[in-house]
Each structure stands twice: as C-alpha cells, then as structure tokens.
C-alpha cells in the first residue's frame, strides 16, 4: 500500500550540474480508513473539509474517475506549490498485517495526494495530516503511502490535533535496513540503511552502505541527525566535508561512487540495487541518493569511501552531541515545558524517600536538556544534558553529564544553573523504565511505587 517512487534516469542524474538534482517532484500520498459501512460521498469528504479549513474548497472535480475510483476533487491551501488531490476507493485487504482490528474492517479509504514545497516541507505536511486526521474525526487511522508509517489515532490526536502538537520534520521520512534479519542483529556482516521520504521534500535519499549490522542503532540515530540537517539547510556538494556534531565531520558521495568499489551482490551494490525494482518499474535504489561517508577515503592504492566511523563511534561511546535541527528543539522544548511540574514534583516526592533505590534514582536519575550559551560557535548551541542536584530560587542546578564541546570552561560534573524556561527536554530513569514528557502520566505512579505506596 505505497504509492511508487518517481522514475529516474542514473545517467541524467549523473551527468547534472548539481548532483542532488531531482528529476521530477516527488508527490506525498495519503490513504485515510474509512469506518462506516456506506461508502464517503465526495459532499460529505468536502464539506469536512471546508469546515476544518474554515472556508469554502476552490478546487474542481475531475471530468472523468480512474477505475476503481469512487469520486475525486482538488483543494488548494495555503502553503501548498499546487492543489491537492482527493478520491476515494475500495480497501486493499489488510490480512496479515499488523494492524488494528478496526482498520481492517474499513470497506473504504479516503486518499489525499499533495507535494510538499521544498522550503519548510513538514509545515504543510503536519497541516495536510491535522486537516485530515480533523476532518474525519472517527478514521482510525492514516496511512503515509510514501513511507508506510501508519499513524493510529491515538498517534493523530497527539502529534497533530492536541493543542502542544508541532510540525516536526521526523514524520517525514523512513529509515529501512537490507542485510539484516532484525533492526537488533548484531555482528559484523555488512548492511544497508536507507531513508524513504526526503525525495518529496526535494533532497536525496540519505544512505549508509557496508555498516557491520554491530553498528546498526548508531547508524539509525546518525542518519535521523543528518535527514533533519539538511532539509533545514541548504545541501551540501557532493565530497564537502560538513559537521554533524562539535567535531564531527562526515561528506556525502554519490552512490555510484561507493558502489564501484562493493562486492557483487551486498546491500547497495549496483545489481543489488537494479535488482530492487518491482511490477516493471525502475528501481528506486538507482535515483538519487547520498551515502554518508567517513570525510576521506581511505586506501593506500584505491580509494575506497567508507562508513562515517568516527561519527559511529563517538555516538555509541556517548561522547556525540549531535546537532539539533531548529524544528526539533522547539518541538521538543513545548513538550517538556508543559510537563515540567510533573518532573519537579517527582523530584521532590523522592526527597522523602529513604531507601536505597529511591536515593539513587533521586541523585543519578533525574536528568535534563539544555543548550549551553556563549559557545564557540553563534550559529550552533550545543543542547548538553545533566543529572538535576538540586531546585534552589526557582531555578534548576545540574551537572554535566559529559564535557561540553563548545565550552572550555566546562568539563563533565561542572555545575550549571538553569532557567527552567530553557529546558528543551528531560528524563527519568527508574528501574520501572525511563520516563520522558512524552510518558508524564506514568511518571508519578512509578515514583509512588518506588517509595512503597
């Protein structure tokens, strides 16, 4: 159930002026379940939506239906580079998938069609999704046809109808993996990670290519890092080395390149990729892509680009701080905020606590996220995080957990004073799990578990 990556010619990719140059926009797809036993009419799809968008639709209805389509109109929004598309149809069967009763049982589908501008792309994302997840209000869910993300309701009241909800860039792509018989295998075979999604926001897709499977969950957090990076700024040329993080460099190569030097047969070699076509329709592992390199080449005879190990290691060893895109920060920042009375009153509750695993968890435990100012570089705070000492005059004092990149005044344990206004993020880690924001409701039950009542 995903809508076909765009065709692409390698040698007219390869032979453009700019490298990262698309053939053809690459549009977003939506599939949105239906619940009722009738089928949508397209008066009541569109009178929903006027409602939600607080205005009459502009579009029009096309003269003729493809087969298989019940009705179809455009809407034009704000924010959009062209109207969108909207039909409906009968449900594909989802037997076997690992989905909920209530979505299998949905007859019918709404499908929304859009491309998403090139500048601020998960702006108008996070509209089309909250205008669709708004307007019809009883879908259990929706399905990104583009990525394969379904998004269940609890999902679409929360990250895009509750009043804290953000754009946030992080829906907008996908990361998979060829080479692995889990996102958990270990060893040091090599594998493949890929992003599916940034082609519709006008980027390549982003690759790691002969990652031993050992390295996998660091390469998934470096890929999510970079993906943001570059659709919040412009793209890099291919072979330039850039930061992802205080000290830490990595450059992006064309996939051709690092694919002339692989075995026949490995996750992302040449007729690996060619092979990776489906139903007629050209591969979407021979479009344009970037694969993320360790800055040089490496060899003393041929050059061969390899896997970003620095960057790798550093992330695993806990010694990474990665930037944050601007989207992130704040998305990540409204959360914590509005939940902070909840972080504080944990703290204090295990003030009272005496017992050996309530103490620890009261002086090891309680952690939060921060950017650190006056660093060296104006154009990228560092977000640190520290172990929270103690609440003094209505600020926060923590430790650093690590010594700061930015700042060479501050070494792991050095004492920071916080205005809580500028916490972006915060943790809890107890044996009954770690809680976050995102879990607030849980946190104060497992603190009152922990001291015994």
């Not at 897709?205 to 998934?220: I, Y």
């Not at 040089?296 to 680009?305: L, N, Q, S, T, Y």
Request: with cysteine; aromatic share 8%.
């Amino acid at each position: 159930m995903s809508d076909p990556a765009p065709e692409s010619d390698p040698e007219a990719s390869a032979s453009s002026k700019d490298p990262w140059e698309l053939p053809e926009p690459s549009p977003s797809g939506w599939v949105i379940f239906w619940p009722h036993t009738e089928a949508p009419t397209r008066d009541e799809i569109g009178t929903a939506f006027a409602a939600w968008l607080g205005h009459e639709l502009e579009g029009e209805s096309p003269e003729e239906n493809e087969d298989g389509t019940l009705w179809a109109f455009t809407f034009s929004m704000d924010g959009l580079p062209v109207p969108a598309l909207v039909w409906a149809e009968e449900a594909q069967s989802l037997e076997g998938e690992d989905v909920e009763d209530s979505v299998k049982r949905c007859k019918w589908v709404v499908r929304m069609q859009a491309l998403l501008p090139s500048e601020e792309p998960h702006e108008a994302y996070f509209r089309l999704v909250a205008l669709m997840a708004g307007a019809i209000g009883d879908s259990p869910g929706i399905l990104d046809a583009v990525t394969g993300h379904f998004l269940p309701r609890n999902v679409l009241e929360s990250g895009f109808l509750a009043p804290e909800a953000l754009p946030h860039e992080r829906w907008l792509w996908r990361v998979s993996g060829a080479g692995l018989a889990s996102p958990t295998e270990g060893g040091e075979h090599p594998t493949m990670l890929f992003t599916t999604g940034l082609w519709r926001c006008g980027r390549p897709e982003l690759e790691l290519l002969e990652l031993p499977a050992s390295h996998v969950r660091a390469g998934l957090i470096l890929l999510d890092a970079v993906a943001g990076l570059l659709l919040e700024g412009d793209m890099p040329d291919a072979g330039e080395v850039f930061e992802v993080g205080p000290g830490l460099s990595i450059t992006l190569q064309l996939w051709r390149e690092v694919a002339a030097t692989m075995e026949a047969g490995m996750p992302g070699s040449t007729d690996f990729r060619a092979a990776a076509g489906h139903a007629g329709e050209a591969s979407p592992l021979l479009g344009v892509r970037a694969v993320l390199c360790h800055p040089e080449a490496v060899g003393a005879f041929r050059k061969v680009w390899t896997w970003p190990r620095d960057a790798v290691a550093a992330i695993e060893g806990g010694q990474a701080a990665l930037y944050a895109t601007e989207h992130a920060t704040k998305a990540s920042m409204l959360r914590a905020q509005r939940r902070w009375e909840t972080f504080a009153t944990a703290f204090a509750s295990l003030k009272k606590a005496e017992g050996e695993a309530a103490v620890h968890v009261r002086e090891n435990g309680f952690t939060v996220q921060a950017p650190l100012e006056n660093g060296k570089d104006p154009d990228r705070v560092e977000q640190a995080w520290l172990c929270v000492k103690r609440f003094e005059a209505g600020k926060v004092v923590g430790a650093l957990l690590e010594k700061s990149r930015s700042r060479d005044d501050l070494d792991a344990g050095s004492e920071v004073t916080l205005d809580p206004k500028t916490i972006t993020d915060w943790r809890v880690e107890m044996e009954d799990g770690d809680f976050g924001p995102e879990k607030w409701q849980e946190l104060l039950p497992a603190v009152d578990r922990l001291r015994g009542l």
